[in-house]
């Protein structure tokens, strides 16, 4: 075994010893490698509630390894909590202090090593960009997916879709909670392809978790999946391979190829180039758009597609994915194996890894082209995302386009504008949207509000009858449950002097998606020209005043005042 930090620590801190032996440590354990076991947990939400179990699991394996774990934990929040209040303008800065309590941890401590435990939106991007910024051997286990509810629903169908039904009288309180009783059955992330689903995807993807840890069932495999994870750090301390060895630009190009086969959550655009900078690799919204053009959706998943995420672990989940996109990614980057992707899709071909998912597939009379088809004939010959530019994002803005309807790839609108969520959900409820209006919420950027997403707004507008067909543009961004006409990261920010805060209502607004663009191409319902429209946007920005908005203090501030670009992640780690 490599030379351990833990040691040299207690060699040059002699009090170091006393202290650990004062938590219940034995002189044998002192000697022993020691590993950071940073998680989540916490009673916020399903997807950390469970993790204390998993950490647990991981633990005694590494008992049995001879190193010895010690927990540490700094729980994240549940966007569905925090959505369509002022909590959810802490969301993504979460990430960051997420990432900066483990960091903290693992500096301060005698580590040789960590493995971390999360589930959802923010806490696994946090853990992967700490994982490389530290740069210790280490390990990513995802907690897995919840059970569906009865009838194969989703948390977000139910609590977003009744909530209007009992507020206009078509549904009662009690018929209501029948519904939500049955939303979140068990522990573990959400049962469709968000951000928490997707973001596990990417950390088996970068080769940063076990082949087929990703969406998982939280109740039993994911237990598994701790205990391998603790017999890996011997051999990864053994071989000193260290985030950086794994998560390289080469890993980086092979999950936004699985990203774009998966349809997954638009949110990756923000927290994979977060993760990449911590490595100095740059990905930029180009390197989205590409490979979303040439790699096809071959996974029919909700939201974008049927089968919850259950269903999608059932059939082999991401290390299939992996195997049909073989030709399209590089085979010879190293994950926590300690051997090549190539290498682990061999292993489990012969250990019948493949064979034992269609096993799991007959219990819901599936079989795996139900849910997951070839490249030859997939579900979208274009990936789950399309980057759109114009006059009213020249930096770039992006639409989750796999969840947006066939006649909606092109369309034309008249632009409602407003400074904030808020004031767009009261004017949806007080009926001043009609149907081919395209709603323009601004301010809600990284700098403006610390980028909350605009799941009530976009939620409301596709269970609204006679709304479903509103396109929506936001400097904001998008829960992964997001499904429609819904563009958001509009850069730059309205708050950065983007034109997307000289947009008035009654402008038309074009959204051309096989095109790539989004333009405003007429004011006051008629159509002008763009030398027109070049100078009608050059008058406005010379009258410019930008709005009042509300003051933002403690944490809230930090982030607004020093949150990095949107196209580079919206991090303070630049």
């Not at 004939?377 to 066939?406: D, M, Q, T, W």
């Not at 409820?429 to 323009?440: H, L, T």
């Not at 070049?534 to 949150?563: Q, W």
């Amino acid at each position: 075994m490599n030379h351990l930090r833990s040691q040299e620590i207690r060699r040059v801190g002699p009090e170091v010893d006393p202290i650990l032996l004062g938590t219940g440590w034995s002189r044998k354990l002192l000697e022993r490698p020691q590993i950071l076991l940073e998680s989540t947990f916490g009673d916020a939400h399903p997807g950390s509630r469970h993790l204390l179990e998993v950490v647990e699991a991981c633990k005694d394996a590494l008992l049995a390894e001879g190193m010895m774990g010690a927990r540490y934990f700094v729980s994240d929040i549940c966007d569905g909590v925090a959505t369509g209040h002022d909590g959810m303008n802490y969301s993504l800065p979460s990430r960051d202090i997420i990432s900066s309590m483990t960091e903290i941890h693992a500096m301060s401590g005698p580590f040789d090593g960590m493995i971390t435990f999360s589930s959802c939106d923010k806490s696994t991007p946090a853990m992967l960009m700490s994982l490389l910024r530290i740069n210790m051997p280490g390990i990513h286990v995802c907690g897995g997916s919840m059970e569906p509810g009865p009838g194969i629903q989703n948390s977000a169908e139910v609590c977003y879709g009744t909530n209007d039904l009992v507020r206009t009288g078509q549904m009662t309180a009690d018929e209501e909670f029948v519904y939500k009783y049955g939303a979140c059955p068990s522990c573990g992330a959400c049962q469709y392809l968000g951000t928490a689903s997707t973001m596990q995807s990417m950390s088996e993807a970068l080769g940063m978790s076990l082949p087929g840890n990703a969406v998982a069932p939280s109740s039993g495999e994911v237990l598994h999946y701790a205990q391998d994870a603790g017999t890996a750090m011997k051999q990864l301390l053994e071989k000193n391979i260290r985030p950086k060895d794994i998560m390289t630009k080469a890993a980086f190009e092979n999950a936004m190829h699985i990203h774009a086969a998966i349809a997954g959550s638009t949110n990756i655009l923000l927290h994979l180039p977060a993760i990449a900078a911590q490595n100095g690799i740059r990905i930029t919204l180009k390197d989205f758009d590409l490979i979303n053009r040439e790699t096809p959706v071959v996974c029919s998943v909700m939201p974008s597609g049927k089968w919850p995420t259950r269903i999608f672990w059932a059939a082999g989940g991401i290390p299939a994915v992996m195997r049909l996109l073989k030709n399209d990614l590089d085979l010879n980057v190293m994950t926590v194996t300690g051997k090549t992707l190539g290498e682990n899709l061999y292993e489990l071909e012969q250990n019948g890894f493949f064979a034992s998912r269609e096993r799991w597939l007959s219990v819901y009379g599936l079989k795996t082209e139900d849910v997951i088809r070839t490249k030859e004939e997939p579900f979208r010959s274009h990936g789950g995302i399309s980057v759109l530019y114009g006059n009213i994002a020249p930096e770039g803005s992006v639409i989750k386009s796999a969840a947006v309807p066939e006649d909606m790839m092109k369309t034309v609108g008249r632009a409602k504008p407003f400074n904030s969520e808020e004031d767009a959900i009261d004017a949806i409820d007080r009926g001043e949207i009609s149907g081919n209006d395209i709603v323009i919420i601004r301010y809600e950027g990284a700098q403006g509000a610390g980028m909350p997403e605009m799941l009530k707004t976009s939620e409301k507008l596709c269970n609204i009858p006679g709304l479903e067909h509103c396109a929506l543009i936001t400097d904001g961004r998008f829960s992964g449950a997001t499904k429609g006409p819904c563009v958001g990261h509009v850069s730059p920010e309205a708050l950065d002097e983007g034109p997307i805060a000289l947009i008035e209502e009654g402008d038309l607004i074009e959204i051309n998606i096989p095109d790539g663009s989004m333009n405003i191409v007429g004011v006051q319902g008629e159509r002008r020209t763009e030398e027109e429209i070049r100078s009608i946007l050059e008058a406005r920005k010379s009258k410019y005043v930008r709005p009042m908005l509300p003051e933002k203090h403690g944490i809230l501030r930090l982030f607004t005042d020093n949150a990095g670009n949107v196209g580079n992640g919206a991090s303070l780690f630049r």
